[in-house]
């Protein structure tokens, strides 16, 4: 089971901290992502981090401005937002997998509820 937490409204330029608390089967997976779908968009990868090692990937829109980073011992992923933009205004969803490729959606197994962020002008 995967619970993400921290979505909320922020102005642009301000940040925001997602959680993602990994538990059962979903813990023991090779990597943990987080993935984004804004309104009538597909769905887009963000970031990613391997459990082991501590990996980091990110999607070309959020380089520079968000931080993704994992608590082993409270198998939690953490996903660490700077200056928001309103393009950045969708629901996050967290989801964990073992799969090759980081940015793919068929790479990861479980996904979480979502979480909404929204970003004003």
Not at 64 to 71: A, N, Q
Request: charged residues 20%.
């Amino acid at each position: 089971q995967l619970q993400a937490s921290g979505g909320g409204l922020v102005q642009a330029g301000g940040s925001l901290r997602l959680s993602c608390a990994a538990s059962g089967r979903t813990g023991s997976s090779y990597r943990m992502g987080w993935f984004r779908q804004a309104p009538g968009k597909e769905r887009e990868f963000v970031a990613a981090i391997t459990w082991s090692g501590g990996r980091t990937d990110y999607g070309d829109s959020v380089k520079g401005r968000f931080t993704i980073s994992r608590d082993n011992a409270k198998n939690t992923v953490i996903l660490q937002m700077n200056n928001l933009e309103p393009e950045d205004t969708a629901v996050y969803y967290c989801a964990s997998g073992s799969g090759a490729r980081y940015s793919y959606r068929v790479s990861y197994d479980y996904w979480g509820q979502g979480t909404l962020v929204t970003v004003s002008s």
